[in-house]
């Protein structure tokens, strides 16, 4: 895979490098998921998998959003409390005998708007990425508390329905609503940032952001438009995660930033922008699943073994990012 | 323009006039609110009062927060500033509660030290991804806020550790000629940093770090040594916050203890004036930060909203004071912008390592 030679030859063999880190993520993810079958027999089900993306479909969701923010070199921490407020707020209207449906408009409309906000600020006033996105993560969690200090159930049949249908074989072997609305984020979020002019934008404005500009690129639009794509997966995503849990509660998904964007980096997307794919993502999202179900089909390993994983396997990644930077000067 | 205008100006654009108003205006508030506020007693020899408890609960983050912003002065950012928190008062802690006697001097001093110590060591781990291998900040420090959490959990073995150790309770609870000792010991790193960034060339050298990495390099700085040095200091200062932290509650929880401080120490060093592009900072600055949001937090407390609600204003606060630096910003941005040669080859550039 590596080689030092300096002369650019193009061998049949030679991978480009800008596929290395996403190779890297899927050659972890087989050895993980061979290493798992090797040690646990119940693991080579194939439910296994689609238990991987059933408690994963959320995050897998947010991911998406995430990678676009962060393929414009911004990040993007307000996507755990969007996720939170956006359930809460489900559950609440619910609670309070409104229709699914409008219910669905709303939920859906108030993170794609707090992320065209949060973009506009970014934009016009220069203000980084960073805060005013910890501002955004501040107001979404208050909200939260603001609807409800305590749990919402939800019993809408609709939502209950959505929780509980189950697509499968006869085998028995199956997956919820929730993974095929992932999978549908995923392919439309490959496809625009591959194939439409928005994507160019992306990826162009994460090279670099003043070359973008000189070359008449809409760096501010396309800079808005990511922090709402971001707002609209994370809405989209909290509504997943008010199907998986059935209830809004206001401290859901506290954290759920830092594994995001530990999903993203695992993927290969490189944190100064401009380089990375949506299937990458996808990848680091199983990684991160199948380590806790790793960690779950143990048993002696305690929870917080996630934690210093996912840690190890950031530095890893990162530090690959950078060897594959050293090389490309 | 006549002169009186000009003053005027002069007032209102100090970039610490805004945070200055918005303190007042909390007190002020808060004094309407309950008018026992102001009052200060003096109880057994304490003195007693809000004031005096703001100061007490502000100090772990004043702590951070002088790290925070040396680290940012150099254009970087620390993440991991909570995980260590966590991390140091969990092995004090859990030395202490190893000890036949937790009231024993000696077996303190041997737990802070430990707690330094590897506060020293994860500093060392944060400032040599950063300056050695060449990792952006926001990331170097990310991998240590998750797997330090972690970390933590394991020393304490998923459990809350709980002690009944007068000397480490006075960390965080004791008192010295009337007041807090956590005031004095805040104070006293305070003047410590002040004094060495202020009273030698350090501070100016880590602006000039801040301000451009290698234009300090080629002017003889040594730029990485400087930006291996601020996460240490800051990792240390989170270090002694984890162990006021910890000994606030007797106990020391994985999970929970340093929990958001990273957020409210890089709040406290903006609101403070503080780019977080680099190359200028005002220690000042941040302990008026630090304690205005610890104002805040105390107030929503005393008007019994939530915890968790108290993050609304939060979010109202830093939009309000960004948007208000905001125009300083751009016109530093816009003198600064043909200085700075674009430059392909400044992968190792802390300015450009804080996704902008």
């Known amino acids: 895979m590596t080689t030092t030679s300096l002369t650019p030859t193009r061998d049949w063999w030679r991978i480009p490098q800008r596929y290395v880190p996403v190779l890297a993520t899927l050659t972890l993810l087989l050895v993980m998921y061979g290493v798992g079958v ?7 089900n194939v439910q296994v998998i689609f238990n991987v993306f059933i408690d994963n479909g959320f995050l897998l969701v947010v991911a998406v959003g995430m990678t676009f923010v962060i393929l414009t070199g911004g990040i993007d921490l307000s996507v755990g409390s969007v996720v939170a407020m956006t359930a809460m707020m489900s559950a609440s209207l619910l609670q309070g005998g409104v229709h699914p449906a409008p219910v669905l408009v709303i939920a859906l409309l108030v993170g794609p708007m707090l992320g065209f906000l949060m973009g506009c600020v ?15 993560m501040f107001f979404a969690r208050g909200m939260c508390t603001f609807i409800s200090k305590s749990s919402i159930p939800i019993t809408d049949p609709f939502w209950t329905s959505m929780a509980q249908e189950r697509i499968g074989d006869p085998k028995g072997n199956f997956v919820s609503i929730s993974v095929l609305v992932a999978f549908v984020v995923v392919i439309v979020g490959a496809f625009v940032l591959a194939y439409t002019r928005l994507g160019r934008n992306v990826y162009a404005l994460g090279g670099n952001q003043q070359s973008a500009l000189l070359m008449g690129l809409p760096v501010g639009q396309t800079k808005i438009a990511v922090y709402a794509i971001s ?45 990375g794919y949506v299937f990458g993502t996808v990848l680091g999202v199983l990684v991160l699943g199948v380590i806790r179900t790793l960690i779950t089909f143990d048993g002696s390993l305690n929870s917080w073994w996630t934690k210093i994983v996912i840690g190890g396997l950031l530095f890893a990644f990162i530090l690959l990012q950078r060897l594959i930077g050293i090389r490309k000067k | ?98 000890q036949p006697d937790q009231n024993a001097l000696g077996g303190v001093l041997v737990a802070l030290a430990l707690g330094v110590g590897l506060s020293l060591v994860l500093g060392v781990w944060n400032g040599a991804l950063v300056s050695i291998i060449g990792i952006q900040p926001i990331i170097a420090t990310l991998i240590l806020m998750v797997a330090g959490r972690g970390l933590a959990q394991l020393i304490t073995e998923g459990q809350i550790i709980t002690i009944n150790s007068e000397p480490y309770k006075a960390v965080g609870v004791g008192y010295l000629l009337t007041l807090p000792l956590a005031i004095f010991i805040a104070a006293g790193v305070a003047l410590v940093v002040a004094a060495v960034t202020r009273r030698t060339a350090l501070g100016m050298i880590i602006e000039s770090v801040g301000g451009n990495a290698e234009a300090s390099r080629l002017a003889g700085i040594r730029s990485g040594r400087i930006t291996f040095l601020v996460y240490v200091i800051s990792a240390v200062c989170a270090g002694i916050a984890g162990f006021m932290i910890t000994a606030n509650v007797s106990s020391a929880d994985g999970n929970a203890a340093g929990l958001w401080i990273e957020l409210d120490a890089i709040l406290a060093v903006v ?44 979010a109202v606060v830093v939009i309000a004071v960004c948007l208000i630096q905001a125009p300083a910003f751009r016109a530093r941005f816009a003198r600064r912008r043909p200085a700075a040669p674009a430059a392909p080859t400044a992968a190792d550039q802390p300015k450009e390592q804080v996704p902008a």
């Open chain 1, 122 to 136: 970014i934009h016009f006033f220069e203000i980084q990425p960073f805060i005013v996105t910890l501002a955004g």
């Open chain 2, 1 to 98: 323009m006549s002169t009186s205008k000009a003053r005027w100006a002069a007032v209102t654009g100090h970039s610490l006039f805004w945070p200055v108003v918005a303190l007042i205006a909390l007190l002020v508030a808060n004094t309407i609110y309950r008018p026992g506020f102001l009052s200060v007693e003096m109880k057994d020899g304490h003195l007693y009062g809000s004031l005096i408890d703001i100061l007490r609960l502000a100090a772990p983050l004043i702590l951070v927060g002088l790290g925070m912003t040396l680290v940012i002065a150099t254009g970087g950012i620390d993440l991991s500033v909570g995980s260590v928190c966590a991390i140091s008062g969990a092995i004090a802690c859990l030395h202490i509660s190893q």
């Open chain 1, 38 to 44: 090797s040690q646990y027999r119940a693991f080579s």
């Open chain 1, 231 to 275: 707002g609209l997966c994370s809405a989209i995503g909290g509504i997943l995660l008010s199907f998986y849990t059935l209830s809004g509660a206001p401290l859901i998904a506290v954290g759920m930033e830092l594994d995001v964007i530990a999903a993203v980096v695992i993927g290969g997307t490189v944190l100064t922008g401009g380089s």
């Open chain 2, 271 to 314: 609101i403070g004036g503080t780019s977080l592009a680099g190359g200028r900072f005002s220690l000042g600055g941040t302990i008026l930060g630090a304690l205005l949001i610890q104002t805040l937090t105390t107030t929503v407390y005393a008007m019994n909203i939530s915890p968790q609600t108290s993050l609304l204003f939060k």
